[in-house]
């Protein structure tokens, strides 16, 4: 399944996908992210038929990832995102 989190307004779409089918629980996004916008939950609340931990987008960041996600995200010579880089499943993308 993959799973939206962000928010569109006018200066663009702002959402970070997590592929459920393809997350393990693993957590490296947890410790790749320095600004916490991940977190691993023992059950997917999205998800009823799965009880194995997944990674989701905290609540408290999912209404300003352009702002949390900025530093990571320079205008020119837009280095590999850590989190995308440090995910080995090749679950999490972003929209912009
Ligand atoms: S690094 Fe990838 S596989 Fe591991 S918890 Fe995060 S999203 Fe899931
Ligand atoms: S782009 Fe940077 S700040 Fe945003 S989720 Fe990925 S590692 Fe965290």
Do not use: Q
Request: aromatic letters at 8%.
């Amino acid at each position: 399944m993959l799973a939206n989190y962000g928010y569109k307004d006018a200066s663009g779409d702002f959402f970070i996908t997590i592929d459920t089918d393809k997350c393990d629980g693993c957590g490296d996004c947890v410790s790749a992210c320095p600004v916490d916008v991940f977190e691993v939950v023992d059950e997917d609340p999205n998800d009823p038929l799965r009880d194995e931990p997944v990674a989701m987008v905290a609540a408290d960041k999912r209404k300003k990832l352009k702002y949390e996600c900025g530093p990571c995200k320079p205008p020119s010579d837009r280095p590999p995102l850590p989190c995308v880089e440090g995910c080995k499943a090749g679950a999490i993308s972003h929209s912009w």
